[in-house]
T-cell receptor, first 113, second 109 residues
């Protein structure tokens, strides 16, 4: 199906474990983004990518790693999960013409125990 | 100071009324502005974008932009119970998008 997908949709992990959240889009959009959404903070940008092999930090990058070897995929890795990383994570994409806005995936609800 | 600020609400309007949602932004370099609707437990959905001063209409939705006042608004005419959601305002500055914390809207039947 066309669109943007995320996996897993729900994940429970323990403190200190490495976790990778996957994001895949079929639109060939240039830009991809990772956000976390927490009550009281709204959506906060973690990392973004303007194209394959080009990534940059957002507002809250600490503790996260990204890569983008292919245009359609943008995985987010929590190297050593902490309880403060319990959140809902959204992946989004947009065309090179960013003025047209972003399209969001369904989200991954991550709980770190 | 946050890049984008919204009144968190909640905002309640009766069915059929006009709902008015407001947003201010701090960076005069912001170029484009967006309104997203987010239902509880779901992802944000793009409903409008605007980048020129003035009004932009799409069905029951009208976005308004005033760059001199750094102000963006969204009007929802003939509000329906299905419009009950959180509305997020966002600004595009350079390669990034900055989001407000959202305004919760309830349309009362």
């Amino acid at each position: 199906d066309a669109g943007i997908t995320q996996s897993p949709r729900y994940k429970i992990t323990e403190t200190g474990r490495q976790v990778t959240l996957m994001c895949h889009q079929t639109w060939s959009h240039s830009y991809m983004f990772w956000y976390r959404q927490d009550l009281g903070h709204g959506l906060r940008l973690i990392y973004y990518s303007a194209a394959a092999d080009i990534t940059d930090k957002g507002e809250v990058p600490d503790g996260y790693v990204v890569s983008r070897s292919k245009t359609e995929n943008f995985p987010l890795t929590l190297e050593s999960a902490t309880r403060s990383q319990t959140s809902v994570y959204f992946c989004a994409s947009s065309e090179y013409r960013r003025a047209l806005g972003q399209y969001f995936g369904p989200g991954t609800r991550l709980t770190v125990t | 100071q946050k890049e984008v600020e919204q009144n968190s609400g909640p905002l309640s309007v009766p069915e059929g009324a006009i709902a008015s949602l407001n947003c201010t932004y701090s960076d005069r370099g912001s170029q484009s502005f967006f309104w997203y609707r987010q239902y509880s437990g779901k992802s944000p959905e793009l409903i409008m974008f605007i980048y020129s001063n003035g009004d932009k209409e799409d069905g029951r939705f009208t976005a308004q932009l005033n760059k001199a006042s750094q102000y963006v608004s969204l009007l929802i005419r003939d509000s329906q119970p299905s419009d009950s959601a959180t509305y997020l305002c966002a600004a595009n500055t350079g390669n990034q998008f900055y989001f407000g914390t959202g305004t919760s809207l309830t349309v009362i039947p």
